[in-house]
Structures are given as structure tokens and as C-alpha cells.
């Protein structure tokens, strides 16, 4: 099914493409730069993104871009930063954690600082959402998740990483939970070293998680009764191996 509908995804993502090659002014450009090995590249990758490593065209792309990261990055910076939300932002946000370096690391934190956008109220009486306001809050997020996953793609970036990650969740703003969330998978146990780097309000992201309280009776009730059954299901299994 995913293969019948990423011809109008890519039809939406090409415009931004092109936007952003022409916004870049390199001298010796070609006349046509749907053309340039560059671009040829991005395109297939996004338009195999959802097939991934499957994809033998998908690697090829991939693999030149990881040695064209600075140039690539450059190409995308334009639907990243200036283009409205869409699922082709989306799909460029998601590409660069893929192939990026410390440029990409640069543009996404550049990204993720840009003011948080405004959803436009709907209609009186209707049920309708901003889509585009929804596709760009997506982008925002994925920023964040790129960032982390260019450290497991590039060891040598952690360090670099995880200091945009931290500086992200300082700013205590929407992308708080995302960047924390990140540093915890990144760093493990390392995770609780961070404590000096925030305030008594970021206290609940470094403590286990524990249920409310209202669930402890319900949690326990659940378990006595897995408990029970489990072993009315011993039980059964030895008399049916004593039967035998």
C-alpha cells in the first residue's frame, strides 16, 4: 500500500527540493539542477524512505550522501528552515539523522530554536485541525529524534550531540520532554550525571517512574490474580505429565 502513495509525496517534496538548490547560488551550478548527482540522490532517498535498508536504491542514495553530508545538509536547509510544515519537511527532518555531521547537528538545533508555530483556530462549529500546523509540530519533534540518532550513526559526534540535546531541554519549552527523553536512551545510566545541568523543575525526568497511587490496589489485585492462574497452570501441566 505504501508503495501506491508515495507518488504525490514525492510530487509534494520535489517543489522543496528545487527551492532549496536554487536558494543555495553555487556559481557552477548546472543550467538544470534536477539533474546534479546531489539532488538525484535526495530525491530517491526520500522517495524510498519508507522501504529503508530494504531498498537497494535507498542504500546506494544514502551512502552517497553520508560522504556528501556538509553539501547535502546545505541543499536541505532551505525547506528546513524557511518552508512551511508538511510531510515532506517531515521526510527531509528524518533524512539528514541519517546521513548527517556536525553541519546537520548545527541546522537542526537553528530548527528546533525557531519560535513555536501557531495552530489557526478552526471555523465556528467545525471539527477541522490545522494540518499544516500538526505537520510542522512533527518536524519539531523529529528534529530532535534526528539529532540524537546522528550520534549513533556518528560516535564521534556524542559529545557534540548530546550538548545540543541538553541545551534543547534547558530551554524548558515543548521540546523539553523530546530531548530528555533522547539524553536517557543516549546516555543510560550515564543519564543521571546530567542532574546539575537543570533545576528542581526537571527533577520528575530523573526519577523511576512509579505509578499513582490510586493504581498500587489495582496493580496488586492483577498480579495475585497472573499469580493464581499461573499456578492452576502448573498444576494442570504435572497431572497431565503424571497421566503420561
Known amino acids: 500500500m505504501m508503495g501506491k502513495v508515495w507518488f504525490p509525496w514525492w510530487a509534494a517534496v ?6 532549496a538548490t536554487q536558494s543555495i547560488g553555487v556559481a557552477d551550478a548546472p ?3 534536477e539533474h546534479r548527482p546531489l539532488t538525484h540522490h535526495l530525491g530517491r532517498a526520500i522517495s524510498q524512505l519508507d522501504q529503508g535498508s530494504r531498498s537497494p536504491e535507498y542504500t546506494e542514495s544514502l551512502a552517497y550522501l553520508k560522504l556528501h553530508a556538509r553539501e547535502a545538509v546545505t541543499e536541505l536547509s532551505a525547506p528546513v528552515l524557511r518552508e512551511p510544515g508538511s510531510l515532506g519537511k517531515w ?3 528524518y533524512l539528514i539523522g541519517e546521513f548527517g555531521d556536525e553541519s546537520a547537528i548545527d541546522l537542526l538545533r537553528i530548527f528546533m530554536e525557531q519560535p513555536k508555530p501557531r495552530a489557526q483556530p478552526a471555523r465556528e462549529g467545525s471539527h477541522a485541525t490545522d494540518l499544516q500546523f500538526t505537520e510542522e509540530m512533527n518536524s519539531r519533534f523529529q528534529a530532535v529524534s534526528s539529532t540524537a ?3 549513533s550513526h556518528r560516535p564521534e559526534l556524542r ?3 548530546v550538548e545540543t540535546l541538553i541545551a534543547t531541554a534547558q ?3 515543548f521540546l523539553e520532554d523530546s530531548a530528555m527523553f533522547e539524553l536517557q536512551k543516549l546516555l543510560g545510566d550515564e543519564f543521571q550525571s546530567l542532574r546539575g545541568y537543570f533545576g528542581p523543575e526537571a527533577s520528575r525526568h530523573f526519577e523511576p517512574f512509579m505509578p499513582p497511587p490510586q493504581w498500587h490496589g489495582l ?3 492483577r498480579m495475585e490474580k497472573h499469580r493464581r492462574e499461573e499456578q492452576a497452570l502448573r498444576e494442570k501441566r504435572r497431572s497431565l505429565c503424571e497421566a503420561k
Open 219 to 221: 496493580l496488586a489485585r
Open 14 to 19: 520535489l517543489p522543496l527540493l528545487l527551492v
Open 31 to 33: 543550467s538544470s539542477v
Open 91 to 93: 521526510q527531509v527532518t
Open 149 to 151: 540518532r546522528i550520534a
Open 159 to 161: 559529545d557534540q550531540v
Open 171 to 173: 530551554r524548558g519549552d
